[in-house]
């Protein structure tokens, strides 16, 4: 009987490490907001709510400043970045009469709230270059439909 239990202490040792080994690491406690990992949206035409846009229009009284995301190399819960085209009207002599001019730039979603539909990103941050010089700009995304 004593044999018996010594043999029987290695089998549950080895039972318990393969079950530890079974179990993801994914299934440990995370924020709620984890769980909806993709699926924050972003109202990108200053109406509609969606995932990775094609365009987002960053000023949406008048439409001067948008961007065409072109490629996405994240798009997560907090936070989301991709690479294009940012177009800007120069408003000169005025915002109607401006020339909007197109700009190589990266592209940074984040600052997320959550809505009655879910999370929500509220900022849109551009990084370009112009005239040889780096340019940075943050602008504010609709938290609801305009």
């Not at 010594?6 to 995370?30: E, K, M, Y």
């Amino acid at each position: 009987m004593g044999s018996m239990s010594i043999l029987r202490a290695p089998v549950l040792v080895a039972v318990a490490l393969a079950g530890a080994l079974l179990v993801p690491a994914s299934t440990s406690a995370q924020p709620a907001r984890e769980t909806t990992a993709g699926r924050t949206h972003v109202i990108a035409d200053c109406v509609h709510r969606t995932v990775k846009p094609r365009k987002v229009i960053a000023t949406c009284g008048d439409a001067n400043v948008y961007a065409v995301v072109k490629r996405y190399g994240s798009w997560r819960a907090e936070e989301a970045w991709g690479s294009g085209r940012l177009h800007l009207n120069d408003c000169d002599p005025s915002c109607a009469e401006g020339t909007f001019h197109s700009y190589r730039a990266t592209f940074r979603f984040h600052r997320v709230v959550d809505t009655r539909h879910g999370p929500l990103f509220t900022r849109l941050g551009a990084t370009w270059l112009q005239g040889g010089e780096q340019q940075n700009a943050q602008y504010s995304l609709p938290r609801r439909r305009l």
